[in-house]
């Protein structure tokens, strides 16, 4: 099924009803990436809180911090490239010849 898309500037756009549905179950799969994250987090926080000793404790804060930077850019990751999957051209995805002998810049 194709759909009719009309923007402010250019002509009619004609968009598959996969990209749509595409579209929309990517954004309820990042939304529900980052929750997780988040809840993952809090739980961590909450074990690292009750870590008595200081330097024990320093660690896990640490670690902690890492698992945040890890499990909020790979849901940033994850949103970019199903976004570029999705909305990108057939030609933007094929490999260029050209494209690593222009290094002289």
Request: hydrophobic share 60%.
């Amino acid at each position: 099924m194709l759909w009719v898309v009309r923007g402010q500037w250019g002509a009619p756009r004609i968009v598959s009803m996969k990209k749509i549905l595409a579209s929309i179950l990517t954004t309820i799969l990042i939304v529900a990436m980052t929750l997780a994250a988040m809840f993952i987090l809090l739980q961590a926080t909450i074990f690292v809180t009750a870590i008595r000793s200081p330097l024990e404790r320093a660690g896990a804060i640490v670690v902690e911090l890492l698992l945040g930077v890890i499990l909020l850019l790979g849901t940033v990751w994850m949103a970019t490239h199903l976004a570029v999957r999705i909305f990108s051209t057939a030609e933007v995805l094929e490999d260029r010849p050209n494209a690593s002998a222009r290094r002289d810049v």
